[in-house]
């Protein structure tokens, strides 16, 4: 989906549903300065992204490509894809969530030459049917080494997400947000862009 058109400087946000919340707030605020996409859809697991990463990346020429994935990856889902985080199957093992973004970023830096900056996964409620926080936390922690190992930029979310949550969230079971949590997200969002862009305007 694309939020703005023009000739500025080009953002491509590549993400879960937690990003397809936050972009219209940071197309908003980059109006007649950058030009922000979102890839067509939810990126969902790393499985999913390595099947549609040329897809999204196109014929375009990107100065900042900002990418997360782990939400999806580490959620258990029942034979019907229904979350269950009791009898359901893990959607790909911390191993297999580390080798599919170690090819995606691989696929990244080859393919283009923009800066990158990756979004760690936002926090999980307790009593989120799906999901276990402390895998949230483990799946950051192999992300974010990934992306030490080859100087890619973090915007560490997690934290940020979970102070929110309470107040800005969609209750106890739900990791998405309110209109205005999706704001306050893209607070983060945007200042972290606006620095990256202003270094690769210079």
Known sequence: MSF???EKPKILIIGDSISIGYT??????????????HNAGNAKFTANGLAH????LGAEEFDIIQF???????????????RDKVNGTLTASLEEYERNLRALVSILKERSDAKLIFVTTSYVPKEEPGRFDKDAQRYNKVAKRIMRENDIEVNDIYSWTKKI????????????????????????ITSQLQKALAERMK
């Not at 219209?24 to 996409?37: E, I, L, R, W």
């Not at 990463?53 to 999204?56: A, D, K, L, Q, S």
């Not at 997360?68 to 229904?82: F, S």
Request: charged residues 25%.
């Open 24 to 37: 219209p707030f940071v197309a908003d605020y980059f109006q007649g300065k950058a030009q922000v996409t």
């Open 68 to 82: 997360n994935w782990g939400l999806w990856d580490l959620c258990y889902r029942d034979a019907q894809m229904d």
């Open 4 to 6: 703005s058109q023009s």
């Open 53 to 56: 990463i040329e897809e999204w």
């Open 165 to 188: 949550h309470k107040t800005a969230g969609n209750g106890p079971d739900d990791v998405h947000y309110s209109k205005e949590g999706y704001e306050q997200i893209s607070q983060k």
